[in-house]
């Protein structure tokens, strides 16, 4: 009779959970003013309806109460499968294991144990491999301490995993402190790095560490913030997939802006703007978490009131061979405005693979808010500056995995033969472009989402994108490509440069006014094929003088990377090598010293 | 790619008296007579061969390293072919002893007294395992990354060199910390070390810009000038120690018969990258292949070269193993196409598994 009542009791209170999260899925997407507390409801409730077995749906469902035995089934299931392993669930069993340990029976506390036994947890080759893999060796030898090598995957014991672990994951953190990510600024790879530090922040018991992964965290999110724009991030990459290229706001990056920053106003399981690639939900996590955003960073993000340039460095990842340094520096620029963000790298080969060196993003309610060229470039060699195997093989190799490496068409590449040179809205983009490259040609996205695309007889070629214009001038010939999301902008020409102004309707009022002011711009390439020489005097009247592989000049003074600092713009202060990054929003500031693992806050009272 | 194999106390190695091998007799006659007999190494050498107390035990197994399976995905579980794999010299079947999921580059073996290890260079570190392959532990930390190659000493086993694209390093420890071994070099990456057959702690490390030699222990390096670029092998003759072969990147076969005072290129090789050399045990055919290479043999020493095989579907050779019980079997580890051997000095040749498989390693079982 007892058990009975307590049965009905039970059913009663899944009742309402089920009711309230069927009313909360109905409280949907037009609550764009939410709080985060709103959307963590929100993602835990969406989430939790989805069939997919893996440990953030599996975390949503527990924590919800929504189809629990579906839960605990899955989650039993992926500690038996054998065929999986690696990085990812590393870190994803654990986390998964302790937001949830309570709620799991006797037999799943044996299984998951026995997994970082019987999987075999691979480490992986890239900086977020490493992140994924070391938090999830960390927290799964903290979890079960004081065991021999029998009991581990790899023949170490509980000590020596947790030692190397934590050794590697201060090097990391010292590391990003005071050279930054190799990884950096990715809007694909963003959700491999926050996942893994908001389990270490919850769940380590050394409190240092637990203070470093909120260092961590903050970093992480202050470094997307000041080139966050609606959803987007702006800037350079240092890997992206194509399809997050083309079309910004179905990067993963943007269901974590959604989540911290409130912005952009769609869900992110809409595809209002185009399908996401993966369906990502990691945000889970950040969903569970005790970690808070601090509201600084999310005013960082968010205001966009006045433009500003913001300056960062970073570092090419390990470059193995055919290299003088191991972690060269990487200089970026940002222009950031209401209506759009321009951004860049300085070109070259700064990462393999997945660079994404400059691209103009604008705010818009269309898919494809964005435009950028490049030069579509593969070899072994540049492969075999990152990896060790076999150069003439390693293309075809890279290709199985990334299957557009080698493509003519790919939206990613990092090339030897493109250097760039930005000054606030203004870029010049030069291509040099080897006789024996694989590819001869440059590429452009122009996408069909745009309002107008002008070929004007001055040469310019100008684009409105909503309240952003958009001047295009290049010099030399080229052709149109029409594809199915955009028009291919397509020269043949090895040797060509592209300059690109952007205005916006605050600027200039009407589009044709705009047209009418850069039909009169000045840009000398004449001598080009010779000297690979180009003038440009901005609207604002500066002059930008750039030879590929010689001096950046702005009105005759040379650009100096080397003054470059870790974070520089109006809201990120950090001195190269200091470890101390200084955020400021009006009158508040938020400091992270890595050196003394502290955080300092001060409002000026004025 | 790599083709050597370490030094160990067997009656192969001991027929061939080098300062090495002299060290492991001298240990072996300190155990026969801890007093002090005195006794001349050669005559012990006689000795073995007649008494024979230790025969030659290379066994009928073979085992290969295999990187990845060129059709699945590097950072999840799964793949069919990753690891280490054995199967005797008749048998089709290969079975793993290794973790899965291990990007093999390299596999050794020691033996120290009766404790025999096997080691494999791997993706994610150096793992030795002392009981067969029966359990793996790996012996480096996150500082030494993507180990390519490694070579145990043959007289002390907690000496361990290992080669990878961030240098060399070095354990005195038994594996249990390792120190960058760099003095001399000019770049860091670095694709294989190995140790002369006779002297141990003389050392060649295959880097991207030169062939490098120790004399102390890896603690001082000095390049051999081979007069090519990117290293991607080395042999040292078994049969005559001052001939060394080089497998370069773009070069082909760079060969010197002096001990490394001049060298010059295999004649009638095209200009191509050649991962793998092996030589028959007595020293008379070597065997090397590559990029697009086929398979080639010199029968004088690496000096000339013709090219016995080649077969359209085979992109690259990375490994190579002449049997050293049977000069007339040959194997070959390729990329992605698994392995083929031939019984016949390479003249057929057929698919001997591991289909899908890089296999960047090919050795017997020295015990």
Not at chain 1, 11 to 16: A, Q
Not at chain 1, 379 to 393: I, N, R, T, Y
Not at chain 1, 475 to 488: H, P, V
Not at chain 2, 139 to 149: I, R
């Amino acid at each position: 009779m007892l058990s009975q009542q307590l049965f009905s009791k039970t059913v009663f209170r899944c009742k309402i959970q089920v009711l309230t999260l069927i009313l909360l899925v109905m409280a949907s997407a037009a609550c764009s003013q939410s709080t985060f507390e709103e959307r963590q409801d929100r993602l835990l409730a969406v989430a939790s309806q989805q069939p997919y077995k893996d440990f953030l749906i599996i975390t949503a469902k527990l924590r919800t109460g929504v189809e629990v035995p579906s839960a605990l089934s899955m989650l039993d299931s992926l500690t038996r499968d054998e065929s999986i392993g690696g990085m990812f669930y590393a870190y994803g069993l654990i986390g998964a294991y302790l937001y949830n340990r309570d709620l799991l029976p006797d037999s799943l506390h044996r299984k998951i144990r026995r997994s970082y036994s019987e999987r075999k947890m691979v480490r992986g080759d890239t900086e977020n491999h490493w992140v994924m893999y070391y938090t999830g060796l960390y927290l799964a030898a903290q979890t079960w301490p004081n065991e021999d090598g029998a009991q581990w995957f790899n023949g170490k014991s509980s000590a020596e995993n947790f030692k190397e672990a934590e050794a590697w994951l201060n090097f990391w953190i010292k590391l990003t402190a005071t050279k930054g990510q190799g990884e950096f600024d990715s809007p694909t790879y963003f959700i491999t790095f926050v996942p893994p530090m908001l389990i270490l922040h919850d769940f380590a018991q050394d409190p240092v560490m637990k203070k470093k992964a909120q260092m961590m965290l903050d970093y992480l999110f202050a470094d997307f913030a000041a080139e966050h724009l609606a959803g987007n991030y702006g800037g350079g990459h240092s890997r992206d997939y194509p399809q997050d290229i083309i079309n910004p706001l179905t990067a993963h990056s943007t269901k974590w802006a959604w989540l911290y920053f409130g912005e952009p106003d769609v869900e992110p399981w809409s595809e209002a703007r185009g399908k996401s690639r993966h369906r990502a939900w990691e945000t889970v996590f950040g969903a569970v978490s005790s970690y808070r955003l601090p509201e600084i960073i999310r005013q960082i993000a968010t205001d966009r009131s006045a433009p500003y340039v913001h300056t960062e460095t970073k570092r090419v990842r390990n470059v193995i061979r055919f290299g003088e340094q191991k972690n060269p520096r990487v200089y970026k620029y940002t222009y950031m405005t209401s209506d759009y963000v321009l951004g860049s790298l300085q070109g070259g080969i700064l990462q393999p693979i997945q660079q994404h060196t400059w691209d103009v993003t604008f705010v818009s309610d269309k898919p494809n808010n964005t435009l950028f060229t490049l030069h579509p470039f593969y070899s072994g060699k540049e492969l075999a500056m990152f990896f060790p195997e076999e150069q003439k093989v390693l293309s075809d190799e890279v290709n199985r995995f990334h299957l557009v490496y080698t493509d003519p068409n790919k939206w990613n590449s990092s090339s030897p033969y493109e250097q760039t040179f930005q000054h606030k809205n203004a870029l010049i983009v030069l291509y040099n472009i080897d006789k024996d490259a694989k590819h001869q040609h440059i590429d452009g996205f122009f996408p069909k989402t745009l309002d107008e695309r002008v070929e004007d007889s001055s040469g310019w070629i100008f684009c409105k994108a909503g309240k952003t214009y958009i001047a295009f001038f290049t010099f030399k010939k080229y052709e149109w490509i029409e594809e199915e999301a955009n028009w291919r902008w397509r020269s043949h020409d090895r040797q060509n440069g592209v300059v690109v102004e952007i205005g916006t309707e605050a600027d200039y009022g009407a589009f044709d006014e705009f047209k009418k002011r850069f039909q009169q711009a000045k840009v000398e390439h004449q001598n080009f094929d010779t000297n690979l020489t180009v003038k440009y005097t901005a609207q604002d009247g500066v002059v930008m003088q750039f030879t590929y592989g010689g001096q950046r000049l702005l009105n005759g003074k040379p650009v100096d990377f080397a003054s470059y600092k870790s974070f520089n713009g109006p809201f990120l202060q950090s001195e190269a090598g200091s470890g101390v990054l200084k955020m400021t929003y009006k009158n508040h500031t938020r400091i992270l010293d890595f050196n003394r693992i502290a955080i300092e806050e001060k409002t000026n009272r004025k | 790619m790599k083709s050597h194999t370490d030094q160990k106390l067997t009656l192969k190695n001991l027929l061939v008296i080098g300062d090495t091998e002299m060290e492991l007799a001298q240990k072996f006659i300190k155990k026969l007579f801890p007093r002090g007999f005195l006794i001349r190494v050669e005559y012990l050498m006689l000795l073995f061969i007649f008494a024979s107390p230790l025969t030659a035990r290379q066994s009928g197994k073979i085992c290969v390293a295999v990187l990845f399976n060129s059709t699945k995905s590097n950072v999840a579980s799964g793949d069919r072919y990753v690891g280490v794999f054995v199967r005797e010299k008749d048998e089709a079947e290969w079975q793993s002893i290794s973790n899965t999921n291990l990007f093999a580059f390299g596999i050794s073996f020691s033996q120290h007294g009766a404790t025999q290890r096997y080691y494999i260079a791997g993706g994610n570190g150096l793992h030795r395992s002392s009981d067969g392959g029966k359990s793996w532990k790996i012996l480096t930390s996150w500082q030494t990354m993507e180990v390519l190659s490694v070579a145990s000493d043959p007289v002390d086993s907690t000496v361990i060199y290992v080669a990878t694209p961030y240098g060399i390093f070095k354990s005195t420890d038994d594996g249990t910390s390792w120190t960058e071994k760099m003095r001399g070099f000019k770049t860091w990456y670095t694709d294989e070390v190995i140790i002369d057959r006779r002297d141990r702690r003389t050392l060649y490390a295959a880097t991207e810009e030169d062939l490098y030699r120790s004399t102390d222990g890896a603690e001082n390096w000095s390049p051999l000038k081979v007069g090519a670029p990117g290293m991607r092998t080395i042999v040292q003759h078994p049969a005559n120690f001052n001939i060394f072969l080089i497998g370069t990147e773009d070069h082909d076969v760079r060969v010197t018969l002096d001990n490394g005072k001049s060298w010059k290129a295999g004649v009638g090789m095209p200009a191509t990258a050649i991962y793998a050399i092996h030589a028959s045990s007595d020293g008379k055919e070597i065997y090397a292949g590559g990029f697009r290479s086929g398979v080639w043999r010199s029968e004088d020493m690496g000096q000339t070269w013709q090219q016995i095989w080649t077969a359209p579907e085979i992109e690259a050779i990375y490994s190579l193993l002449v049997d050293p019980a049977d000069a007339n079997h040959v194997m070959v580890g390729t990329n992605g196409k698994g392995i083929y051997e031939s019984y016949d000095k390479g003249k057929t040749w057929k698919q001997a598994g591991l289909d899908g498989a890089h296999v960047k390693q090919i050795a017997f079982y020295p015990f």
